[in-house]
């Protein structure tokens, strides 16, 4: 019903800036929640941020709090995910998901919809 795909993925050095794009099509929803979560090779899927369907509700890792924003446009049906700050420890395949649902969720297990994951790599 709901098609993602990612883009914005690289290369970095430790310190710059990345910003994701998640661009939507298919069937969307009133109350439907955005999020990005990453994988690094080995560990398991991990939740980064989260966003509402209004883009009043904001949600992010401690490992990401005070670098990463999460926001969308609902017109464009595009969530991004500007990235400042890079560590090497945020390398990883980073995916979009979408849910319907009121509440932000943390949990990959929360979203029914997935992209197939854009690489960020963080160079020292």
């Known amino acids: 019903q709901v098609q993602l795909v990612e883009s914005g993925g690289g290369l970095v050095q430790a310190g710059g800036s990345l910003r994701l794009s998640c661009a939507a099509s298919?069937?969307?929803?009133?109350?439907?929640?955005m999020g990005w979560f990453r994988q690094a090779p080995g560990k398991e899927r991990e939740f980064v941020a989260g966003i509402s369907w209004s883009g009043n509700s904001l949600y992010y890792a401690d490992p990401v709090k005070g670098r990463f924003t999460i926001s969308r446009d609902n017109a464009k049906n595009t969530v991004y995910l500007q990235m400042n700050s890079l560590k090497p420890e945020d390398t990883a395949v980073y995916y979009c998901?979408?849910?319907?649902?009121?509440?932000?969720?943390?949990?990959?297990?929360?979203?029914?919809?997935w992209g197939q994951g854009t690489q960020v790599t963080v160079s020292s």
């Open positions: 298919g069937r969307t929803f009133s109350d439907y929640i």
């Open positions: 998901a979408a849910d319907h649902a009121l509440v932000v969720r943390t949990l990959a297990r929360g979203y029914d919809y």
